[in-house]
């Protein structure tokens, strides 16, 4: 498996400009990347699942024979064609007009929503923002469960950021079972670290009916110092009264009164 892993890694970075630029965009030190490939060193499961990410592959597609490895890669290179293209120019097109203040919204932030498959509680996840060459992505991780106790069900939704017109655009989709697409809209603060964000977000329920929704939503900046396993042992559903959840943040999650004629994020804080 090392050695599969080593002969597919080096595959997959002759495509690239070099290894420096390859180590430099993974965050991974140049040295300990050389001993990947060379076989001599295999990466743990978090720095394996970065290095998929990064090359837009699977864990196990990386752990394939190279014989079966090296077709595959043609194969999907060359099904992008010209439509790669065209994707990848609209996505540069708004990733350069996205606002570089978007920075300030780099680190951790907890956010609070009233569930969509258990009415009446709110859910409170753990998004974590990185801005990498550019561009801002982030990780949401929801737990649901028992707070600080064993958890059954966990789901990671990864997405990138853009800033227009004073507005921070979410998208992300659910990476395990790849069915879901959330989407975004967020007023932030205007500090030069960014504390809160209010808005709403379009989504559908959990539940076997799959309904569209939109729904307000708080996002608010954690405690700097935090581990993220920490972080995440304190998020999950919340009945709403819970004293965990901020009195000001249920007012700004508040879906019942908006209009007339349109559902509207809560301006005033």
Known sequence: MQD????????????????TDVARRLGINRSQLNKYLAGSSFPRPAILRKIADFFGMDVHELLLPPEDFAPLLRSRRASGGESLGILGSTIATMV?????????VDGAFFEYYYSLSSPGKIIRTLMIFETRDGVTYYRRLERLGKVRGRSARHF???????????????????????????HTVLYPDYNDVISEMVGIKLG?????QRTPCAFRVCLQR????????HNLRRCGLFAEESPEIPAAVREMIDNRISGPHHFTALLER
């Open 4 to 19: 599969a892993f080593s002969e597919n890694l080096r595959l997959l970075c002759s495509y690239m400009t070099s290894i």
């Open 222 to 229: 954690v405690r700097r110092g935090r581990s993220v396993l």
């Open 204 to 208: 559908v329920s959990g539940n076997r």
């Open 96 to 104: 350069r007009g996205s606002d570089p203040r978007l920075r300030a």
């Open 156 to 182: 990671r939704f990864d997405g990138v950021a853009l800033m227009f017109g004073d507005r921070v655009f979410l998208a992300d989709y659910e990476r395990t079972a790849g069915i879901e697409l959330t």
